[in-house]
C-alpha cells in the first residue's frame, strides 16, 4: 500500500460580511496542499532542517512567507515575537534564498503533486463555514482522485489557527468523509483531520510558502509585481501541479466555489503570467 502525506495551510482572510476595507487588504482566500510520498517525507524532513541550519535559522523558529514583507515595515506586527527575532538575525538575502530552496526540495522530491483552492472575496458572499467546506471538499476530491486507483492511502495536515477554528476544520472535515456527497465516502483518505503545528512541520511551513506566492499570483498587476513570488509560481510551482491531460484547471487550480467565469478569468491571467515570464529575454 502506498500512503501518501498531504500538507496544507492558507493565505488572505475570509470571514462573514467582509467590509471593504478589508476585501482590498485580503481579496483572495487560498488553501495550498503539498502532496508527497509518506516514503520521502523522512528525506524532505532532514533536508529542510538542513537548509534551516545553512541559513542560520534555528529548527524550533519558523520563517512565514508574510515576513519577506513585513521585515521592512518596521511599524507592524512589533508584538510578534517571532516575527522580531527575524528581524534581529539574518539578512533578506538569505532569506530570500531560504525560500526559493525550499521550494526546490519539494520539486526534487519523485513524487509531488500541488493542488491550490481559491476563493475571490469581492463578489458572491458565503458563510465562513460554507466557504472552508467548499474547499476543503474540492481539495479532498482532488486527492482522492489522484490515488484511488489502487489500494492507497492519503493523510491530511494542516496548521491550527486557534482552538474554535481547529475544531471547526476537523468536524467539516469528518462531515465530508463520513457523508455522501462524493466518491465512495473518500475511500482513499484518512477518516480524521491531523492538526500539526505548522513550527514543527517542514511540510507545512513549505505550503505556507506555496499557498504565499499563489496569492500573490493572483494580485499581480500593473500596481503590484511581485516578481519574486511570479518567479517562483512560474519556474518551480506551476509544473507540478496537479493536472488531467495537460489541464490544469479544475484539477490543481479550483476556485471555491465553482463558477465557470472565473475559471475562465483566473486561468487566463494565469497563464499570460507564465507566458509573459518564459518569453522574459
Known amino acids: ?53 545553512a541559513h542560520s535559522i534555528p529548527n524550533n523558529r519558523e520563517f512565514k512567507w508574510s515576513y519577506l514583507w513585513l521585515m521592512e515595515k518596521t511599524n507592524c506586527a512589533q508584538n510578534d515575537d517571532n516575527l522580531n527575532y527575524f528581524r534581529q538575525h ?21 513524487f509531488v503533486k500541488i493542488i491550490l483552492s481559491y476563493s475571490v472575496n469581492q463578489g458572491e458572499h458565503h458563510k465562513e463555514r460554507n466557504l472552508l467546506k467548499f474547499h ?23 496548521d491550527p489557527v486557534n482552538t474554535e477554528k481547529n475544531e471547526q476544520f476537523r468536524n467539516l472535515y469528518y462531515r465530508l468523509i463520513d457523508g455522501d456527497e462524493f466518491i465512495k465516502q473518500y475511500s482513499h483518505v484518512k477518516d480524521s ?17 506555496i499557498s504565499g506566492i499563489f496569492n500573490s499570483v493572483l494580485r499581480k498587476d500593473e500596481k503590484h509585481k511581485f516578481d519574486f513570488a511570479t518567479k517562483l509560481f512560474c519556474e518551480y510551482i506551476y509544473p507540478i501541479i496537479r493536472e488531467n491531460r495537460g489541464n490544469k484547471y479544475g484539477y490543481g487550480i479550483i476556485e471555491v466555489p465553482h463558477v465557470e467565469a472565473i475559471r475562465s478569468k483566473y486561468r487566463s491571467k494565469i497563464e499570460s503570467i507564465v507566458e509573459a515570464y518564459r518569453n522574459e529575454p
Request: with cysteine; hydrophobic share 40%.
Open 90 to 110: 539574518g539578512n533578506m538575502g538569505s532569506y530570500f534564498s531560504f525560500v526559493e530552496n525550499a521550494i526546490k526540495l519539494v520539486c526534487g522530491l519523485s
Open 193 to 209: 483531520l491531523n492538526i500539526e503545528n505548522s513550527h514543527q512541520s517542514a511540510g507545512i511551513q513549505i505550503a505556507d510558502f
Open 1 to 53: 500500500m502506498a500512503v501518501y502525506f498531504c500538507f496544507s495551510d492558507e493565505c488572505g482572510s475570509y470571514s462573514d460580511n467582509m467590509t471593504e476595507k478589508q476585501i482590498k487588504a485580503h481579496p483572495y482566500y487560498v488553501r495550498a496542499v503539498v502532496m508527497i510520498d509518506a516514503a520521502e517525507w523522512r528525506t524532505l524532513n532532514r533536508q529542510f532542517r538542513e537548509l534551516k541550519e
Open 136 to 158: 476543503f471538499q474540492g481539495i479532498l476530491q482532488r486527492i482522492e482522485m489522484e490515488i484511488q486507483s489502487g489500494d492507497n492511502l492519503a493523510i491530511l495536515f494542516v
